[in-house]
């Protein structure tokens, strides 16, 4: 089936120690987007990809950056996280940039900040 | 700017009974809207849409949404509930222009108590 990938499901780091999350996807889709959502609050969108153009959200910390080497891939980097940026990172991806397309979204990664 | 009300934390309903999940927008022109759930340590599922034409939307596992535009709102609603249905939903909204991000409520938090 096709799918949004998320490894690892679980991730603990250390105050300061950079970090790596990453994203796959195997639905052929233009956009991908990073999303940062705490504890059952709203996602909240930190930056998307239109196919290798970056798009950072004004509110998004200097903190957080990503890299789309390919169609299938997006990585988020955490310079240094701090213990705020524990929650759960979600990615997800769009046929395309058109408002009516829907996003599908992967399982999610927990990140752990100690 | 777009924004996505929710006005319930929480909704209790018994199995087999009616439930109701309300969510008001707020956006200049004609909204793009959505509605998706998470289940616990999961990503977002895409429920249903709205783009235009018949107001009543039908989307997946018998979830249907009323789009009404005096009243901005979208409310989610399934004749028969089951305890399976037990998650956090999200309303989200769209602006009809341009590149905007996709507008998440805070999420109402469905029990369905057999």
């Known amino acids: 089936d096709a799918m949004v990938i998320q490894n690892p499901r679980y991730q603990v780091t250390q105050f300061g120690k950079p970090v790596t999350l990453s994203c796959s996807q195997t639905?052929?889709?233009?956009?991908m987007y990073w999303y940062q959502q705490k504890s059952s609050q709203a996602p909240k969108l930190l930056f998307h990809y239109y196919d290798k153009d970056f798009n950072n959200e004004a509110d998004t910390p200097d903190n957080f950056q990503s890299r789309r080497p390919n169609t299938s891939f997006c990585f988020l980097d955490i310079r240094s996280p701090g213990l705020g940026d524990a929650a759960m990172y979600l990615c997800?991806?769009?046929?395309?940039?058109?408002?009516?397309?829907?996003?599908?979204f992967g399982p999610g990664t927990r990140l752990t900040v100690t | 700017a777009q924004s996505v009300a929710q006005p319930e934390d929480q909704v209790n309903v018994a199995e087999g009974n009616p439930l109701t999940v309300k969510c008001t927008y707020s956006?200049?022109?004609?909204?793009?809207l959505f509605w998706y759930v998470q289940y616990p340590n999961r990503g977002l599922q895409f429920l249903l849409k709205y783009i235009t034409g018949d107001n009543l939307v039908k989307g997946s596992y018998g979830f249907e949404a009323e789009f009404n535009k005096s009243q901005t709102s979208f409310h989610l609603k399934k004749p028969s509930a089951l305890v399976s249905d037990s998650a956090l939903y999200f309303c989200a909204v769209r602006a009809p222009w341009g590149n905007t991000p996709l507008v998440f409520g805070k999420g109402t938090r469905l029990s369905v108590i057999a």
């Open positions: 997800a991806t769009s046929r395309d940039l058109g408002d009516t397309y829907e996003q599908y």
């Open positions: 639905l052929n889709h233009n956009v």
């Open positions: 956006v200049s022109g004609n909204p793009y």
